[in-house]
């Protein structure tokens, strides 16, 4: 018999089938259609939400801006998936540091009024020491497009496609790529033709519109051409010293037996609101200055047009110290943190040169603004900062205005008798923002019809700095050395403390038109003397023109380039970042402007870029 042979079941594994396969690769292929779809829309709406911090991009960004942007967002996001080899490591670093960037240019906006440009990266020192004075509490926009990117950072957590297969440096190459081709692109942007073909706004003059409608990334790499300053048309070193010598001939007026003392004082913010209109208070915030543009005694008074608004003070000292003007450099630059790098001329160095006693102060940090390094290369003999000021009275957390007239008296009546002095104070007490409650410091002013607080207190701030003026002419009337004061407002304060006023009198504070814009760039000054000086009302000028004509009223000799300024002025009464008004009363742009204009243009590069100390 035939042993039967036991046969063991082996289970048979199945051979996939056609249709299971083709299953399985249509739902990997529907995945990867998903992923990829995802990872050209994130781009885009990484740049909708960035704007919508703001305002309604879909609206007001113009429709070949929305397009660049959005190309901007795409080849960031592919160099950052190349670099970290993953969508979701990758678009979390892009929506994660955008939205930081997008918060922090709402809160720039609220203080400052203008957005973030470039060269702000150099003012995050003086930024970080201010930054407690300021209210950060979010509005609901802020909360909702928050909310929003941190929806989109934590569903990037499904998204699992990974470039597994190659490794980190061969991930370079297509990243370096793409890099090049974002230069290349930022490139064409800053193109002006191009700008023009594709309706791109580049008026730096109004950067809140600006960023509106070309969008905050385009207008961002736009304002990267300006880092540097390029040289005028036709500019040589030998021809601006030429221009300066035959001024020099022309004006050989000699220095007096006694040349006056003349005390600055920039104030912190000061202001009149009542030019952006009519409103009504319980008393007068500045009757002091009031009583002086009424027509006092040798006294001096008008409207001084600054090119800054809510911040960026040290670009008005810029302009009052060395007579040139914001008008040629980029709108949001500062010159004290990026064209300074050494001695120029500038007036503390000029009228040092007349044998001035030459002095600084400001009761505040010595690196604001980079001042302890600037001040000494415009020819200040020294200069004083917070340290040095003890025993002094705060008016809320700041040093008041006050103790600087404690401190002017004091560098008076230390100097060295029988040499003038020269003191250029920069106060600190009516610094933003204006919307706490102190204990030592509650504000008496009213405005009828308004509950808006930080317009209270920044008025009843306005009224100490008035008092503190009156108190400083009144010690120096008794004086028997001549002695020149000038005074006057850095800039007028944010859109916080303004918008009450510009709604009052039917003006929306982020929607001006240009004419409405101009009356945020006035503020009062004055010049009074305590000997005879000739007396002028509605005096309006501009900064770049202030140290020249103070000088000449005072009857001090000007420089070579003062003697340039003033002669300009007489063809040009007003130049700032913000307007150029022509002799007529018609207005005009101060970069389109030839002839003379290309003069000051050229002789402004020397003073900035070629000057050398003799």
């Not at 920039?266 to 609101?273: I, K, P, R, T, V």
Request: hydrophobic fraction near 40%.
């Amino acid at each position: 018999m035939n042993a039967s042979r036991k046969i063991k079941n082996v289970p048979v594994k199945k051979k996939r089938g056609a249709e299971t396969l083709g299953k399985i690769n249509w739902k990997r292929g529907v995945r990867y259609l998903l992923t990829g779809i995802a990872a050209v829309l994130l781009p885009a709406v990484c740049f909708y939400l960035l704007e919508a911090y703001s305002h309604n991009p879909f609206t007001e960004v113009r429709p070949w801006a929305q397009f660049f942007n959005i190309l901007l967002f795409e080849l960031l996001a592919g160099i950052l998936l190349c670099v970290t080899g993953s969508i979701k490591r990758g678009y979390r670093v892009l929506f994660a540091v955008t939205m930081v960037y997008g918060i922090a240019d709402s809160y720039v906006v609220r203080f400052r009024t203008n957005p973030i440009v470039p060269w702000d990266i150099l003012s995050l020192k003086t930024a970080v020491s201010v930054a407690d004075n300021y209210d950060f509490m979010p509005d609901g926009r802020m909360v909702i497009v928050t909310l929003a990117f941190a929806v989109i950072l934590f569903l990037l957590r499904f998204i699992k496609a990974e470039m597994k297969r190659l490794v980190f440096w061969k991930r370079l190459i297509p990243a370096a790529v793409l890099m090049v081709v974002l230069c290349i692109f930022s490139n064409t942007l800053q193109n002006e033709s191009f700008q023009n073909s594709h309706r791109l706004y580049n008026k730096l003059f109004t950067p809140v519109y600006m960023t509106n409608v070309d969008g905050i990334a385009v207008t961002f790499v736009m304002n990267l051409a300006y880092m540097s300053i390029d040289k005028p048309a036709g500019y040589q070193a030998g021809e601006a010293e030429a221009v300066l010598a035959e001024y020099e001939e022309q004006d050989r007026r000699e220095a007096p037996e006694e040349l006056p003392n003349i005390i600055v004082v920039m104030n912190e913010a000061f202001s009149d609101l009542s030019v952006l209109g009519d409103f009504e208070t319980n008393e007068d915030y500045m009757p002091f200055l009031h009583s002086l543009q009424n027509g006092a005694e040798n006294t001096v008074t008008g409207m001084l047009n600054v090119s800054v608004c809510g911040g960026n003070t040290a670009n008005t000292e810029f302009e009052f110290l060395t007579g040139n003007t914001m008008a040629f450099l980029p709108q949001g630059s500062i010159p004290y943190q990026q064209y300074i790098t050494g001695e120029m001329a500038a007036l503390p160095e000029y009228l040092q040169s007349l044998g001035y006693e030459t002095v600084a102060t400001h009761p505040y940090n010595a690196g604001g603004w980079e001042r302890d390094t600037v001040y000494p290369w415009f020819g200040f003999d020294w200069s004083v900062f917070k340290e040095d000021y003890l025993l002094s009275s705060y008016v809320r957390q700041y040093i008041s205005d006050d103790s600087c007239v404690d401190k002017l008296i004091e560098f008076y009546e230390t100097k060295e008798e029988g040499t003038p002095l020269f003191a250029f104070n920069v106060t600190m007490q009516n610094h933003g923002g204006y919307q706490e409650i102190y204990e030592n410091f509650t504000p008496d002013i009213t405005v009828a019809d308004s509950e808006n607080f930080s317009l209270r207190q920044y008025l009843s701030l306005i009224k100490l700095s008035d008092a503190s003026l009156e108190r400083l002419i009144s010690y120096f009337s008794n004086v028997e050395e001549k002695t020149v004061i000038v005074f006057f407002g850095d800039h007028q304060p944010s859109d916080t403390v303004a918008s009450a006023i510009l709604s009052k009198n039917g003006m929306s504070w982020n929607n001006l038109s240009e004419e409405e814009l101009k009356l945020r760039y006035q503020v009062p000054y004055v010049i009074w003397a305590n000997y005879d000086i000739e007396e002028e009302t509605g005096a309006d000028t501009s900064v770049n023109y202030l140290a020249a004509e103070v000088l000449e009223r005072a009857g001090v000799p000007v420089s070579a380039y003062q003697s340039y300024l003033l002669q300009l002025k007489e063809e040009y009464p007003v130049i700032s970042a913000v307007r150029t008004v022509k002799a007529d009363g018609s207005e005009t742009s101060a970069k389109e402007e030839q002839g003379a204009m290309d003069v000051y243009r050229r002789l402004q590069y020397y003073q900035l870029f070629d000057y050398e100390k003799e």
